[in-house]
């Protein structure tokens, strides 16, 4: 055999024998580790409770093994009752949130029901109110004159089967969410989509009825409003011959100043613009149907004669000129050769809006 292979092999052998001696003192080590372990794992450890009275102390004999499986047991248990504790505070806080969310959906679902009661309330009222315009404008076309009171005593419940509201108070309740307040929104629909037609002819009628009404002399002289009756028309005293009586052919407007705005009572044509000896500054204003208005005793004339004026249109201001007591306005209405008392022309105006307010 070679040297080299030789020394070789002896260098093997060597390496061999050391590994196997190295395996055998770990194994050695380890079994003795484990060996020591169980062997204090056996030992026994007293625990004691000594009370603080004259009873006997007692004791608890426990294995190392027994009391650090009971600390094992106890760390788990510790940590479960942390994690189950956070996992409580969270879902009642989810809990809490949703609660919050469903009161304020109960309350907004109150509120909706409020709601549409008042809204049902609204519609039989609106539908009452379209009734009587219904009347109005059927007593007032052509060929319907003639409509007896019983027909039109049958229209508001007529209209309530064609709108669909006869019901609207009766609706029985539905197992749904809001059936029933669903329920009373169709209805309401279709009554005013039922409407809307009727609306529209009264509206026709209206307008019709506007211009008619700018045509007559039926609006307040004074601007805003303002002002008494401090004369009215007919038989009065003359404020200048104590005991004489005589005939006012208008009504007397004063507001105790002068400067407030004249206003022309109707559409027309002013006829005259100009100073009279009796009514100091004086419009005459000529309007369709045979009208015809005047103001005197203007402080001032806004207007020129032959100019067209519409009904509202400044005219003049409330004066003292001409032979007077005090400042006031002097309004006079004249159909054709008949002078009429010009508040029966107000009371119209007045009238029709009573008729047609809420």
Same mark, same amino acid.
């Given at each position: 055999?070679?040297?080299?292979?030789?020394?070789?092999?002896?260098?093997?052998?060597?390496?061999?024998?050391?590994?196997?001696?190295?395996?055998?003192?770990?194994?050695?080590?380890?079994?003795?580790?484990?060996?020591?372990?169980?062997?204090?794992?056996?030992?026994?450890?007293?625990?004691?409770?000594?009370?603080?009275?004259?009873?006997?102390?007692? *004791?608890?004999?426990?294995?190392?093994?027994?009391?650090?499986?009971?600390?094992?047991?106890?760390?788990?248990?510790?940590?479960?009752?942390?994690?189950?504790?956070?996992?409580?505070?969270?879902?009642?806080?989810?809990?809490?949130?949703?609660?919050?969310?469903?009161?304020?959906?109960?309350?907004?679902?109150?509120?909706?029901?409020?709601?549409?009661?008042?809204?049902?309330?609204?519609?039989?009222?609106?539908?009452?109110?379209?009734?009587?315009?219904?009347?109005?404008?059927?007593?007032?076309?052509?060929?319907?004159?003639?409509?007896?009171?019983?027909?039109?005593?049958?229209?508001?419940?007529?209209?309530?089967?064609?709108?669909?509201?006869?019901?609207?108070? *009766?609706?029985?309740?539905?197992?749904?969410?809001?059936?029933?307040?669903?329920?009373?929104?169709?209805?309401?629909?279709?009554?005013?989509?039922?409407?809307?037609?009727?609306?529209?002819? #009264?509206?026709?009628?209206?307008?019709?009825?506007?211009?008619?009404?700018?045509?007559?002399?039926?609006?307040?002289?004074?601007?805003?409003?303002?002002?008494?009756?401090?004369?009215?028309?007919?038989?009065?005293?003359?404020?200048?011959?104590?005991?004489?009586?005589?005939?006012?052919?208008?009504?007397?407007?004063?507001?105790?100043?002068?400067?407030?705005?004249?206003?022309?009572?109707?559409?027309?044509?002013? #006829?005259?613009?100009?100073?009279?000896?009796?009514?100091?500054?004086?419009?005459?204003?000529?309007?369709?149907?045979?009208?015809?208005?005047?103001?005197?005793?203007?402080?001032?004339?806004?207007?020129?004669?032959?100019?067209?004026? *519409?009904?509202?249109?400044? #005219?003049?201001?409330?004066?003292?000129?001409?032979?007077?007591?005090?400042?006031?306005?002097?309004?006079?209405?004249?159909?054709?050769? *008949?002078?009429?008392?010009?508040?029966?022309?107000?009371?119209?105006?007045?009238?029709?809006?009573?008729?047609?307010?809420?």
């Amino acid at each position: 055999m070679p040297e080299g292979l030789r020394e070789y092999k002896k260098q093997e052998k060597l390496f061999y024998l050391r590994f196997i001696a190295a395996l055998k003192a770990l194994w050695g080590k380890t079994a003795g580790f484990f060996v020591s372990l169980y062997s204090k794992g056996r030992q026994q450890l007293s625990l004691a409770v000594i009370p603080h009275s004259e009873k006997p102390a007692r *004791s608890v004999r426990l294995s190392r093994f027994a009391l650090v499986l009971l600390l094992l047991l106890a760390g788990v248990v510790l940590v479960f009752s942390v994690a189950s504790a956070g996992r409580y505070a969270l879902t009642a806080a989810q809990l809490a949130a949703v609660t919050r969310e469903r009161d304020a959906l109960r309350d907004t679902v109150d509120r909706l029901r409020e709601g549409v009661q008042t809204l049902a309330s609204s519609a039989l009222k609106f539908e009452r109110e379209m009734t009587t315009l219904q009347d109005i404008s059927k007593t007032n076309n052509p060929g319907t004159g003639s409509q007896t009171a019983g027909a039109a005593a049958s229209s508001q419940s007529e209209a309530l089967r064609t709108a669909g509201l006869s019901g609207l108070l *009766s609706i029985p309740d539905n197992p749904g969410l809001a059936g029933r307040e669903l329920a009373q929104l169709e209805k309401i629909s279709s009554f005013l989509d039922a409407s809307v037609p009727d609306v529209e002819r #009264i509206s026709v009628l209206l307008a019709g009825q506007q211009d008619i009404l700018t045509e007559i002399p039926n609006i307040w002289p004074v601007q805003g409003g303002i002002g008494h009756i401090s004369m009215y028309f007919g038989q009065n005293e003359n404020p200048f011959s104590a005991g004489v009586w005589y005939l006012h052919n208008g009504i007397d407007i004063s507001t105790f100043r002068t400067g407030d705005v004249i206003l022309a009572a109707a559409d027309g044509k002013v #006829i005259d613009a100009s100073y009279d000896p009796s009514l100091g500054n004086s419009v005459t204003i000529q309007h369709s149907h045979g009208f015809l208005t005047r103001y005197g005793h203007l402080k001032s004339i806004k207007v020129k004669k032959g100019q067209i004026v *519409s009904q509202g249109q400044a #005219i003049g201001t409330l004066g003292n000129t001409g032979i007077t007591t005090g400042p006031h306005l002097h309004y006079e209405v004249h159909l054709g050769t *008949s002078v009429i008392d010009p508040l029966r022309f107000l009371n119209i105006r007045k009238a029709q809006a009573v008729r047609l307010s809420p």
